[in-house]
């Protein structure tokens, strides 16, 4: 069993297959969240809710997906349980905290792979490996069964290859979703951001098509929402696991993340954060009245080399366009796009909440330029 997958199951189904993040439960096995501290926990009683919702639309849940440890971590490299080697870009990060969600669909060993994301843990690493990555309406799908129990930012979400599996998936685990055609073009706004230029002209011609259905906005409080959001995570991972920080079972970047977690999450600065949340929100409501969805890439610059890190605030910033919308709760996907190096590069696509299934309809037709172009003839 390669890194990516950490054990396997045979939960009977004879629909696809399903690789589930380790912070998700399966009945039967612990929940040890990629980490050493939890290798003694006890078995979980019950499928999280997710996990039974899949198997009882008989899908058949075959493996757990290996994970950054605690999910604090965003490079998917793990000591403990192994590190995920990026299938189809060897020798650059896997991305994190999803990583072997996002790299068993991407090798093709499953169809389909649950993970989470509370700071971009499910589009970052969609974007490093190649595939799709869907972060849902913040409660749309149910937490009952992932650990940590309580967060302000975490959602449960989907990896695959095509949009039609995320769709049917969604439609199996999200109450009242339902797949959408779309009548007319979508209006995109272009969030004008600081990214490498190779991506920037990548995310351009992806949304060349569209045409004048494309027009350029602003997020001005996108850094500070980042940042708020790195603020916010650090508090809900202090308090979930600072009781760890020297206890020897922790990984070297982890243990010094949480150390260094409530010196980020003080109390002043937790109310700037929820002042910064409620702004955001509201400046991107007010996009999302003029624009069906908004356009930005999922990464800010292409993902590292494994033996090339640098420093850790490095890493963090590669989550600068993503977090900012587990604050805001707006759903957001993450499509692959091809570079002109063939560095994976990506587009991501935020909507109103609770649009999911219009921002999955959207992200359809972006994702399949033969599609595209019928619509625009038949619009």
């Known amino acids: 069993m390669s890194a990516i997958l950490i054990e396997s199951y045979d939960v009977p189904g004879d629909g696809p297959t399903v690789a589930v993040k380790d912070c998700i439960d399966i009945a039967g096995a612990p929940t040890c969240c990629g980490s050493r501290a939890f290798a003694d926990a006890a078995p979980a009683q019950r499928h999280a809710r997710v996990v039974q919702m899949l198997a009882d639309a008989g899908y058949r849940i075959v493996a757990k997906a290996s994970m950054h440890e605690l999910a604090y971590g965003m490079t998917g490299l793990n000591d403990w349980t192994g590190h995920v080697v990026n299938p189809l870009f060897p020798g650059l990060i896997p991305g994190g905290s999803s990583s072997g969600s996002a790299a068993a669909v991407a090798a093709g060993l499953v169809d389909l792979a649950l993970g989470t994301d509370t700071g971009g843990s499910i589009r970052m690493p969609a974007a490093c490996c190649g595939v799709i990555g869907l972060k849902p309406s913040f409660g749309r799908l149910s937490r009952d069964g992932v650990t940590p129990a309580d967060s302000a930012l975490d959602c449960v979400g989907l990896f695959a290859r095509s949009m039609p599996v995320i769709e049917r998936a969604m439609a199996q685990i999200a109450p009242g979703f339902a797949a959408v055609e779309l009548e007319t073009l979508p209006s995109i706004g272009t969030v004008q951001v600081d990214v490498d230029s190779e991506i920037e002209g990548a995310v351009s011609a992806a949304l060349a098509v569209l045409g004048d259905a494309v027009q350029s906005c602003a997020l001005p409080l996108l850094e500070e929402a980042f940042q708020a959001g790195v603020v916010q995570m650090a508090a809900e991972a202090s308090a979930a696991y600072g009781h760890l920080v020297d206890s020897g079972l922790l990984g070297a970047d982890v243990e010094q993340r949480l150390r260094g977690a409530p ?64 604050l805001s709760g707006h759903p957001a996907i993450s499509l692959p796009l091809a570079s002109s190096s063939g560095r994976p590069a990506a587009l991501q696509l935020v ?29």
């Not at 109390?267 to 910064?276: G, K």
């Not at 909507?351 to 619009?379: N, W």
């Open 263 to 326: 010196m980020v999450a003080t109390a002043e600065r937790l109310v700037w954060a929820e002042d910064v949340k409620g702004r955001f929100v509201a400046q991107v409501d007010a996009l999302l009245d003029r624009f069906d969805v908004l356009a930005l890439p999922t990464l800010p610059a292409f993902p590292p080399r494994v033996d090339a890190l640098g420093d850790a605030a490095a890493i963090l910033r590669l989550s600068a366009l993503v977090r900012p919308f587990n």
């Open 351 to 379: 909507a109103r909440r609770g649009d999911d299934a219009r921002l999955c309809a959207i992200a359809r037709l972006i994702a399949e330029p033969d599609l595209l172009l019928q619509h625009k003839e038949i619009c």
